[in-house]
């Protein structure tokens, strides 16, 4: 298995108590950690407003993170998962891609797809489409991206985007272009985009999800003439380890306790629905054994949120410790 981290940055009310204009910093040096250490990439989220629900907290904004992040890196692979591709043209898009490619000499990753988060895009003026517009602006915002980044130039007559020679100079370095990774599971559209488009896809990470949509994905690419094999499937996992039990309910106990606050007793204890009974939550040998059978799955990649991170890395370093080591 690869091996990304996602950056507290906010969103996730994972800054919360730090003076925000120490947040930079903090985000700077957890990423130069991850550098460091043996992390293949690092991860933001695309989002304004903060989860699980708005708050007066802050939420960086993803592309001026990873321009950022390109100019204070050297090795360490950076990426966004994922992008929602009505916040931007596409075409505008593409051009901000490849200047932050070219930042980073060549490290970028493309984390794109349809976008959900109805409250954030009604307050930023973006409407909020139906699902089959928004996945019809994916499908032509990936052809505008892929067509700048080959050609330096985009031009498309579609039914959501008009671009007509749109010039992207220079190009990305990396050949072929920034590697697309499309995230969603939606069984009929998304991972027919996928397979047409991918060179990695990020759904589903729990096992019967995973299996699912790996068996839809192979006959979207059957369908289409892609080679399944060839695209590295990856999921997002959500990290509560400790050497106990006892430590990791503790661990879950302290995110409470931080989101309480700010969203209320019920939406904080909502929000833990999305670690117990994860992958990625329990002692090493727990998430070893859950990850090792995704693994035997075709799990390729794993993206790994550690909700405490910007204030105590003794779970990352145990994780780094115990868990990669069995599963790379």
């Given at each position: 298995m ?9 969103w ?6 730090i003076d925000?204009?120490?947040?930079w910093?903090?985000?700077r040096d ?6 460091a250490?043996p992390w293949e990439?690092?991860?933001v989220y ?7 629900a708005p708050?007066?907290e802050?939420t960086h904004?993803?592309w ?18 994922c992008?929602?591709i009505?916040?931007?043209n596409?075409?505008?898009?593409a051009k901000?891609?490849?200047t932050?490619?070219?930042?980073s000499?060549g490290?970028v990753?493309m984390g794109?797809?349809a976008?959900w988060?109805e409250?954030?895009?009604?307050a930023?003026g ?6 089959g517009?928004r996945?019809?602006r994916?499908?032509?915002?990936i052809q505008i991206?892929?067509q700048?980044?080959s050609?330096g ?5 579609g039914k959501?985007y008009?671009?007509d020679g749109a010039?992207?100079?220079?190009l ?11 995230a969603g599971?939606g069984?009929?559209v998304?991972?027919?985009i996928?397979a047409?488009?991918a060179?990695?896809?990020?759904f589903d990470?729990?096992p019967?999800?995973?299996g699912?949509k790996?068996e ?6 059957d369908?289409?003439?892609t080679?399944f ?6 999921a997002?996992?959500?990290?509560a380890i400790?050497?106990?039990e006892?430590?990791v309910?503790?661990?879950?106990r302290?995110?409470k ?5 700010l969203?209320?007793e019920a ?6 629905d ?9 002692t090493?040998e ?6 090792s059978a ?8 794993g993206?790994?949120?550690f ?8 779970g990352?370093?145990l994780?780094?410790?115990e ?5 790379r």
């Amino acid at each position: 298995m690869r091996f990304g981290l996602f950056v507290p940055q906010g969103w996730r009310l994972d800054l919360v108590g730090i003076d925000p204009a120490q947040q930079w910093e903090v985000m700077r040096d957890f990423t130069l950690r991850a550098e460091a250490g043996p992390w293949e990439s690092a991860w933001v989220y695309d989002h304004f407003h903060t989860v699980p629900a708005p708050t007066e907290e802050a939420t960086h904004e993803a592309w001026t993170l990873m321009s950022a992040l390109a100019a204070s890196t050297s090795s360490i692979r950076l990426g966004q998962m994922c992008t929602a591709i009505s916040y931007r043209n596409p075409a505008y898009l593409a051009k901000i891609a490849a200047t932050t490619d070219l930042i980073s000499g060549g490290r970028v990753e493309m984390g794109i797809g349809a976008g959900w988060y109805e409250q954030e895009w009604r307050a930023y003026g973006y409407g909020f489409p139906s699902a089959g517009e928004r996945l019809g602006r994916l499908d032509e915002g990936i052809q505008i991206m892929r067509q700048s980044w080959s050609t330096g130039s985009a031009t498309l007559d579609g039914k959501y985007y008009q671009v007509d020679g749109a010039i992207c100079r220079p190009l990305p370095l990396q050949d072929k272009g920034i590697p697309l990774w499309i995230a969603g599971g939606g069984e009929k559209v998304t991972l027919k985009i996928a397979a047409k488009y991918a060179q990695y896809t990020n759904f589903d990470g729990t096992p019967e999800g995973f299996g699912r949509k790996s068996e839809i994905l192979k006959k979207h690419c059957d369908t289409v003439g892609t080679d399944f094999d060839a695209i590295v499937r990856s999921a997002n996992y959500n990290v509560a380890i400790g050497s106990t039990e006892a430590e990791v309910a503790e661990r879950l106990r302290v995110v409470k306790d931080r989101l309480t606050p700010l969203v209320g007793e019920a939406a904080a204890e909502a929000s833990l629905d999305a670690f117990r009974g994860m992958p990625a939550v329990g002692t090493p040998e727990q998430i070893i054994e859950n990850l090792s059978a995704l693994k035997a799955q075709g799990l390729e990649y794993g993206i790994f949120y550690f909700p405490e991170a910007a204030y105590d890395t003794s779970g990352i370093e145990l994780f780094e410790r115990e868990v990669l080591p069995a599963l790379r």
